[in-house]
Every structure is written in C-alpha cells, then in structure tokens.
C-alpha cells in the first residue's frame, strides 16, 4: 500500500485518515505537541490503527515542511476561531459567564462583610 492511500486529501487543509473523520493534525498534534508515542495515540484514538497512526508520522516526516505549514495553519485557525467566540459567546455560554460573575461578587461581599464584622 502506498502512504497515500491512507488519507483522503478533501482539500489543501483537510487531509484526513480513510475510514474516519479523524484529521492528520489531530494524530499530529499528539505526536509532536504532547510528545505521545503512536502506541498511545492509537490507544486514546480506537477507531485508527496502529498503521494509521504510523502512516500518518511517516507522511509528516516526509514531507515535513507541508505538512508543518498544515499544522501551523491549523493551530492559528483554532486561535482565531476562539478569539471569534470569546468575542460573539454563545448566549448560553453568557448567561452561564453572567451567573458566575454574580457568584463570584456575591462572594466578595459576604467576604468584606466577614471581614468588616
């Protein structure tokens, strides 16, 4: 089998492993960020195999500068996309972040009460 014949390549920033949804960068990221041995990869990721996994470092490996631009881009895509929601919260996600605000002051009142008592 030829190493990329165990991805889909969906478009220039999405490479993902045949049979899942799984994306290069996520094995990727495990491997080079969390400093994770394939074997665990494959253990925390049970729908990939250990081939897999190892295909998709070997595919890192050789073709390092791609594929680390790839992650690069992907990990500035996940920043933007949190600065985007911390700036537009869910209206969930507000109420939840209101309700702990108010917590947090009522918290402090009682403590400068205990505290002036």
Do not use: C
Not at 5 to 18: G, S, T
Not at 26 to 52: G, K, M
Not at 75 to 94: D, I, M, S, T, Y
Not at 96 to 114: C, F
Request: charged share 25%; glycine share 4%; no cysteine.
């Amino acid at each position: 089998m030829q190493l990329e014949e165990y991805f889909n390549f969906l478009a220039p920033d999405d490479i993902r492993l045949k049979g899942s949804r799984i994306g290069i960068e996520t094995i990727l990221y495990e491997y080079i960020y969390r400093a994770r041995t394939p074997e665990q990869i494959a253990q925390i990721y049970t729908s990939l195999t250990l081939d897999q996994v190892y295909a998709t470092i070997l595919y890192y490996l050789q073709n390092k500068e791609a594929v680390g631009k790839y992650i690069v881009d992907w990990l500035e895509w996940g920043h933007q996309q949190r600065k985007v929601q911390a700036l537009n919260p869910h209206p969930a996600v507000a109420r939840l972040q209101k309700l702990r605000d108010e917590r947090e002051a009522m918290k402090k009142a009682n403590n400068a009460q205990i505290s002036n008592g």
